[in-house]
């Protein structure tokens, strides 16, 4: 073979291999904008759950029926009878279980770490803020470090001492995920849900101030802003 063909094909490779990462990258940069949240559609998911949950709790077959659905999305197969149950009840706490079904119905897809932990995705936020992720959907703060918007999850402590800075793996906590913020004459109400409340679904009111920061952080754990949103 000549020395010119062979320029010829190396060139000719070359422009093959750079326009296969162009169209790689293109591909990667599509499936993760279709990845991407859909705020439009959060209140809507919010309203049907809402609707459902009224008047039933977790010791109703119906709310049973729909927790069992929620574990199904980490592969825990538990029978309406199962959860129906007191000693089921007070070991699988299901709020965390119901965010990440939340999370994956409003179209998440793989970017949001399902648990049955909330200090799981807590900490996920944690670690993406610091290493700057951009494909992450929540960073994580602490509370009196970011405003609270529409898409963001707003986090508690369910044991005393626990802080943002000493979370760990499987620390009791919860989160709840806004998705309404309200003016009022001195600041703001977020409206956001939860699961496990008061043993059903409920939205709960989160006080903000003028700057949509929490009006009282030192009662939360960790503010988990919404990089979609």
């Given amino acids: 073979m000549r020395k010119k063909d062979k320029q010829r094909i ?13 169209v790689l990258a293109v591909v990667v940069w599509h499936d993760r904008k279709l990845q991407r949240v859909k705020p439009k559609k959060l209140k809507d998911l919010v309203k049907e759950d ?9 010791t109703d077959r119906r709310g049973a029926e729909k927790i069992a659905q929620y574990w199904k999305l980490i592969g825990w197969n538990f029978s309406t009878n199962q959860v129906m149950s007191p000693s089921f ?7 965390a279980i119901y965010i990440s079904d939340l999370m994956n119905r409003w ?3 793989d970017r949001f770490q399902y648990s049955s932990s909330h200090a799981d995705y807590i900490i996920a936020g944690k670690k993406a803020k610091q290493e700057k992720d951009p494909d992450a959907i929540f960073w994580s703060y602490a509370p009196n470090q970011a405003k609270v918007e529409v898409g963001d999850l707003v986090g508690l402590a369910r044991k005393s001492g626990l802080t943002y800075d000493n979370i760990y793996k499987g620390a009791p906590t919860h989160t709840d995920l806004v998705y ?8 703001y109400i977020a409206h956001a849900v939860g699961g ?3 043993n059903t679904v409920k939205s709960t009111k989160i006080h ?5 920061r929490l009006k009282n952080p030192s009662k939360y754990l960790t503010v988990m802003k919404n990089q979609d949103v």
């Fill in 10 to 22: 190396l060139i000719a490779t070359g422009i093959t291999i750079v326009f296969g990462a162009i």
């Fill in 89 to 95: 009840q007070n070991k699988y706490f299901w709020s």
């Fill in 208 to 212: 903000l101030d003028s700057s949509k």
């Fill in 196 to 198: 496990n409340v008061s």
């Fill in 180 to 187: 309404d913020i309200e003016k009022t004459s001195d600041g």
């Fill in 107 to 109: 179209g998440a897809g």
């Fill in 50 to 58: 809402l609707k459902f949950w009224s008047g039933i709790r977790e």
